[in-house]
T-cell receptor, first 115, second 109 residues
Framework: DTGVSQDPRHKITKRGQNVTFRCDPI?????LYWYRQTLGQGPEFLTY????????KSRLLSDRFSAERPKGSFSTLEIQRTEQGDSAMYLC?????????????FGPGTRLTVL | GIQVEQSPPDLILQEGANSTLRCNFS?????LQWFHQNPWGQLINLFY???GTKQNGRLSATTVATERYSLLYISSSQTTDSGVYFC???????????FGAGTRLFVKA
């Protein structure tokens, strides 16, 4: 298993365009998280999936943001009508819940720059 | 929602020194994790520690859930320990993981 992967690693777009990011979690991890991180800050929670169900969504996630996890496997995060304030690193993490641990494993992130 | 505070915000150490990083959280949590973000931005999990003490090599962590804090100990620091250390808490009864602002560590050779 190669860990959590994210694609693309970098994305430059013009304001107003739509972008979509993909996250492939570690196989058989039932939990998947999206975060956003800006320079000098800790990751901010965006949304959480348990299998294919989206169970928690931050108020940070405006109606321009949507996330899916079809069939409980990979996940996509779409941002519509991008704004310069959306420029950030978007991080995905996955975990497997057992009685003893729920450690989150992070992907390398997708760095978004909105011009 | 839960608040997570880390101290100190910045720390400079001479190689070989020991240090203690602190994480305070404002409410009950279901779990507490420590992460290291390396200079290339990759977040690596160090400990999953909702309570008790764990050790892994030169690193150890202790969480006292009843007093709402966790400590990360780094002994005999090395230059490769440089980076940002985050603690992250999962709100009790919820699914939202909240990160602290981090402690930025620089270890000098």
């Amino acid at each position: 298993d190669t860990g959590v992967s994210q694609d693309p690693r970098h994305k430059i777009t013009k304001r107003g365009q739509n972008v979509t990011f993909r996250c492939d979690p570690i196989s058989e991890h039932n939990r998947l998280y999206w975060y956003r991180q800006t320079l000098g800050q800790g990751p901010e929670f965006l949304t959480y999936f348990q299998n294919e169900a989206q169970l928690e969504k931050s108020r940070l996630l405006s109606d321009r943001f949507s996330a899916e996890r079809p069939k409980g496997s990979f996940s996509t995060l779409e941002i519509q009508r991008t704004e310069q304030g959306d420029s950030a690193m978007y991080l995905c993490a996955s975990s497997y819940t057992s009685g003893y641990t729920d450690t989150q494993y992070f992907g390398p992130g997708t760095r978004l720059t909105v011009l | 929602g839960i608040q997570v505070e880390q101290s100190p915000p910045d720390l400079i150490l001479q190689e070989g020194a020991n240090s203690t990083l602190r994480c305070n959280f404002s409410d009950s949590v279901n779990n507490l994790q420590w992460f290291h973000q390396n200079p290339w931005g990759q977040l690596i999990n160090l400990f999953y520690i909702p309570s008790g003490t764990k050790q892994n090599g030169r690193l150890s962590a202790t969480t006292v859930a009843t007093e709402r804090y966790s400590l990360l100990y780094i002994s005999s620091s090395q230059t490769t320990d440089s980076g940002v250390y985050f603690c992250a808490a999962l709100e009790a009864g919820g699914f939202k993981t909240i990160f602290g602002a981090g402690t930025r560590l620089f270890v000098k050779a």
